[in-house]
């Protein structure tokens, strides 16, 4: 991991560093910076991890992009908000797929931590065995106060091992890494926690399902027939529809469109709307008719692909 130990009073340095942590943080407005940041943190390709101070009159939106972003702001002078909802930044929060916008005045001591969203689903598969699982937030403060302590005291671990301690090791630190991502995921209302509560029974997938999923998976933006995913599994394609349908509850081209339709999502949010086009993206991953294409995206996302091009 890259550790980084700064203090400026620079407005730019200070949103490069916050960038660091989540990319589309962006300083909106911003008074003289006294006292500096004093900014402490950790970081490599899909996470990162920082504790810092600063003291200004400023006004910061914080957008998550394809991270899951967990946070912690406190200070006398704080307003924060997210999905037009004004909330408590002094306690746990998260944010996924939506900008949190924060406006400070005076000193604020914050952290915040973020995941790939890739690796928030993965994990969620991997502890509640549905390899199906999505994870979609529904509420942005912890699930409850025992939720909340475990995550406190599994930051505070984190904190020690990937600040202080001097004798870190790659290893300790992605235990590290581990320890805070499944804490996130126990502590925050999402469809994890709510498989969890309902106690749906884990089991792991058949071994041609998973080869399945993998061939689709690497060969989304390629034509794609179920011909070509029943030779990969090794299964007819009639046999493949029933193992697949059973151990997932979709079909093996549901599941492909699915794929393909979180990869246009990941080039829209990312694509400068100046230069790209919905119907550009949408034909790279094999979407012909727009129309079709607009109101499976809807019905997946809740917003049109126009929208996410713009935001």
């Not at 390899?131 to 904190?159: C, I, K, N």
């Not at 992605?174 to 502590?187: D, F």
Request: net charge positive.
């Amino acid at each position: 991991m890259e550790h980084t130990n700064i203090e400026t009073r620079d407005a730019e340095t200070v949103e490069h560093l916050w960038q660091t942590v989540v990319p589309g943080a962006r300083i909106s407005r911003a008074d003289v910076i006294q006292p500096a940041l004093a900014w402490h943190a950790a970081s490599e390709p899909g996470f990162g991890f920082c504790d810092y101070t600063i003291g200004s009159t400023m006004l910061v939106e914080s957008d998550p992009l394809d991270q899951v972003v967990v946070g912690r702001i406190a200070g006398p002078r704080v307003s924060g908000t997210y999905r037009r909802e004004r909330i408590d930044t002094a306690v746990p929060f998260m944010v996924v797929d939506r900008p949190l916008e924060i406006a400070f005045t005076g000193r604020i001591a914050g952290t915040a931590v973020s995941f790939a969203r890739s690796d928030f689903d993965e994990a969620a598969r991997r502890l509640s065995g549905d390899d199906t699982l999505r994870v979609r937030p529904t509420g942005y403060a912890p699930v409850s106060e025992q939720r909340l302590r475990y995550w406190s005291r599994t930051w505070e671990y984190a904190r020690d091992v990937l600040l202080r301690s001097p004798e870190r090791t790659p290893l300790i630190e992605q235990q590290a890494r581990t320890l805070l991502l499944e804490a996130s995921l126990l502590a925050f209302p999402t469809t994890f926690t709510e498989a969890l509560a309902a106690g749906r029974p884990s089991r792991p997938l058949p071994a041609p399902v998973r080869r399945a999923k993998a061939y689709v998976e690497a060969h989304a933006a390629e034509p794609v027939v179920l011909s070509d995913i029943a030779q990969a599994a090794r299964l007819s394609p009639r046999g493949l529809q029933y193992a697949f349908r059973a151990a997932t509850g979709r079909t093996p081209m549901q599941y492909l469109r699915r794929v393909r339709l979180d990869a246009a999502r990941g080039e829209l949010r990312s694509a400068d709307p100046s230069v790209e086009t919905v119907a550009a993206i949408a034909a790279r991953w094999g979407f012909s008719n727009l129309g079709r294409f607009a109101a499976m995206y809807r019905g997946e996302f809740g917003e049109t692909p126009s929208a996410t091009l713009r935001s």
